[in-house]
């Protein structure tokens, strides 16, 4: 489409109300893709695609460049097919954060007597005081089941002496990331993606630290690291660390982040596509 097609299309929009049905539809679909990528690391580089195609295509528009348009329409094509190819990980959260829109959780989702942050806390105080490394995962909206089957099955409510026998050195479930799924501690000895961040806030940060930085960047997961070698407390959520952090601070963020869970109901539905929107 031309550029004078375009002007002539939206000064006859009033006399077709379809054409208004038509363009407020892809306005939403645009701005729905817009709040799906904010915030991830794909939102740049599409970024850079749109811009890029659109200069190309209204510098061909503009210089009336016949041969160049038809390449340009020819690379478009293949634009298309590897644009899934390339994003097929941020495609995937992203279809699975709508999908968790409309669908309640099957389990986590419902009201549970108790609250499993006050556990965690109380084990993780212990484990910083015993120097005995810990990497607890606390599952959010996005799913890691993949992550949740490289482990060892527990299914057992979260408990401040599980946590700590999890972690006691030299047991067969301490290597590993436990995974918190609402108030279950769903599986221990869990494998997590590395991050291959260069820069890291600390340099002796080792492997146990990268683990946590990789499984935010894939997801919207908070997790809590106790460090082998000082005993220091941090957090790991949205990429960034929240470094040096005693019980009670912990309480207090895992509270912002982990609030306590209602059971699921027509209202919860419509405010949750309300604040997707």
Same mark, same amino acid.
């Given at each position: 489409?031309?550029?004078?097609?375009?002007?002539?299309?939206?000064?006859?929009?009033?006399?077709?109300?379809?054409?208004?049905? *038509?363009?407020?539809?892809? %306005?939403?679909?645009?701005?729905?893709?817009?709040?799906?990528?904010?915030?991830?690391? %794909?939102?740049?580089?599409?970024?850079?695609? %749109?811009?890029?195609?659109?200069?190309?295509?209204?510098?061909?528009?503009?210089?009336?460049?016949?041969?160049?348009?038809?390449?340009?329409?020819?690379?478009?094509?293949?634009?298309?097919?590897?644009?899934?190819?390339?994003?097929?990980?941020?495609?995937?959260?992203?279809?699975?954060?709508?999908?968790?829109?409309?669908?309640?959780?099957?389990?986590?989702?419902?009201?549970?007597?108790?609250?499993?942050?006050?556990? $965690?806390? *109380?084990?993780?105080?212990?484990?910083?005081?015993?120097?005995?490394?810990?990497?607890?995962?606390?599952?959010?909206?996005?799913?890691?089941?993949?992550?949740?089957?490289?482990?060892?099955?527990?299914?057992?409510?979260?408990?401040?002496?599980?946590?700590?026998?999890?972690?006691?050195?030299?047991?067969?479930?301490?290597?590993?990331?436990?995974?918190?799924?609402?108030?279950?501690?769903?599986?221990?000895?869990?494998?997590?993606?590395?991050?291959?961040?260069?820069?890291?806030?600390?340099?002796?940060?080792?492997?146990?630290?990268?683990?946590?930085?990789?499984?935010?960047?894939?997801?919207?997961?908070?997790?809590?690291?106790?460090?082998?070698?000082?005993?220091?407390?941090?957090?790991?959520?949205?990429?960034?660390? $929240?470094?040096?952090? *005693?019980?009670?601070?912990?309480?207090?963020?895992?509270?912002?982040?982990?609030?306590?869970?209602?059971?699921?109901?027509?209202?919860?539905?419509?405010?949750?596509?309300?604040?997707?929107?």
């Amino acid at each position: 489409m031309s550029i004078q097609e375009l002007l002539w299309t939206i000064q006859n929009l009033p006399q077709n109300w379809q054409n208004i049905l *038509d363009v407020l539809l892809v %306005a939403a679909m645009f701005f729905g893709a817009l709040q799906l990528v904010r915030g991830e690391r %794909a939102a740049t580089l599409l970024r850079g695609i %749109a811009i890029v195609v659109v200069s190309v295509w209204v510098l061909s528009i503009v210089l009336n460049l016949t041969a160049f348009s038809w390449l340009l329409s020819r690379i478009l094509t293949g634009v298309a097919i590897a644009v899934p190819v390339i994003f097929q990980e941020d495609l995937r959260r992203w279809f699975d954060r709508i999908g968790r829109m409309v669908q309640t959780r099957e389990e986590g989702s419902t009201l549970v007597p108790g609250n499993p942050i006050t556990a $965690i806390c *109380d084990a993780t105080q212990m484990l910083s005081r015993r120097r005995h490394g810990a990497l607890i995962v606390l599952e959010r909206e996005t799913g890691i089941q993949e992550y949740i089957d490289s482990g060892i099955p527990i299914d057992g409510v979260v408990s401040s002496e599980l946590l700590q026998t999890t972690f006691f050195p030299n047991t067969a479930l301490h290597d590993g990331a436990v995974i918190v799924r609402g108030e279950r501690l769903v599986a221990a000895a869990c494998t997590l993606p590395v991050s291959s961040a260069r820069h890291l806030p600390d340099s002796h940060m080792g492997l146990r630290h990268r683990a946590a930085l990789g499984i935010s960047e894939v997801s919207d997961t908070v997790t809590v690291v106790v460090s082998e070698e000082t005993g220091r407390i941090s957090v790991v959520v949205n990429g960034r660390f $929240i470094r040096g952090i *005693d019980a009670e601070r912990l309480a207090m963020i895992l509270g912002e982040y982990i609030p306590q869970r209602e059971p699921p109901s027509l209202m919860t539905w419509f405010q949750q596509l309300g604040r997707a929107a």
